[in-house]
């Protein structure tokens, strides 16, 4: 193997580089970035980066000492995959040549197309869209954040903090009740509310209300319509809608775009000598019988190692495919997010679940440890400000040995704490 490609200067990206160095990989390597940077760390985006507390060089995620030897095509983007002829098409009309790819080039921001031309209504996942959003960020404006699901629930705990008066529109019955299930996302929207936002549930977004219905792009939403015939005033308006995964640009490679780009479960895409890693990946989970993206920062991090690994395998063995892609059974799905200086964590997925527990803690003092149950098997667990407790469980969930109903440290027969359901 002479040249491997990675598209898309991401977190999965640079993980998967790193990856390749550390398990021997000594060939030429190039990677292709859209944008016109380096790798950056997205998460803080929301949190540390809008609130002022750190700057856009906080954000690098390479140190100063890293050595990464690369070949790096930054602010051009990848317009096509010619998988017989094993070549890259770019838009600045390069192509590059390779022997093996791995695909890692996330996902965009879910938009509305009712919202284009507003030049107060954003959307939140690069930098650029974080700076711009930053300077419309003033105590006491007031902000409209449309989906309660991370960014949107992440953002209203920020402009809280700085000051701005905060209305949070979800589709769903409380904040982050999609990932979390119904109950705790009830203890979700008590955080929120007890912190000053106003939630707004159940609701869809029809239209915004423009100030000058005759002006053109650059013209400014003074209100969020609903379906309902409510309009909520505002001066800012963040969309936190979901992610469509990047791979418009794969039409027509041959690999299976449903959803994202679907993998085994060491990434590899039915095609020879691709792989597929980070947000626009649908990697195969035994455990569940299904496709899934992990658009976390774990899973970025994790299954780059995973599938380089794979790759390197097949390569050393030039069979049609991997030769060993490790247990189908991925690990477990795992996130953080931090809300009004509360750090939650969850691991698991809450859809497995039968019943919901409080282990430790006082959910009224935003201080609890919970964990999700089904058929007295524990599937998930979920802390808030509990990180020691959290971490234990959570070493207990991935372990060989069935997670039986008896909290780690618990003495066997003791009785649970107060229940949720």
Known sequence: MTTIAVVGASLAGISAARALSAQGYRGRLVIIGDEGRRPYDRPPLSKNFLAGRITAADLALESDDEQLEAEWLLGVAATGLDTRRRVISCSDGRTVAYDSAIIATGSRARVLPAAA??????????????????EQLVPGRRLVVVG?????????????????????????????????????????GRLHE?????????????????????????????????????????????LGLGSVPNTDWLTGSGLDLTDGIRCDAAGWTGVRGVFAVGDCAAWFDDRSGAYERDEHW??????????VAALLADAAAAHDAPTDTGPGALDLPYFWSDQYGARLQFAGSASDADSVEIEAGDPAEHNFLAVYYRAGEAVAILGMNQPRLFTRWRKALTGDTPNKRVPPGRETGATSLSPVC
């Open 117 to 134: 031309g507003f030049g107060n209504v954003h959307t939140l996942r690069t930098l650029e869209d974080a700076q711009r959003l930053k």
């Open 148 to 188: 309660a699901g991370f960014v949107g629930a992440e953002v209203a705990a920020t402009a809280r903090g700085i000051g701005m008066d905060v209305t949070l529109i979800g589709s769903g019955s409380f904040p982050l009740s999609g990932p979390l299930g119904m109950q705790m996302g009830a203890l979700i």
């Open 194 to 238: 007890d912190n000053g936002v106003k939630l707004i549930s159940s609701a869809r977004v029809a239209s915004f209300v423009c100030e000058d219905a005759t002006a053109g792009n650059g013209r400014t939403a003074s209100a969020v319509r609903l379906a309902d015939g409510r309009t909520v005033p505002a001066d800012v308006v963040v």
């Open 298 to 307: 774990t899973g970025a991090m994790e299954r780059a190692g995973r599938a």
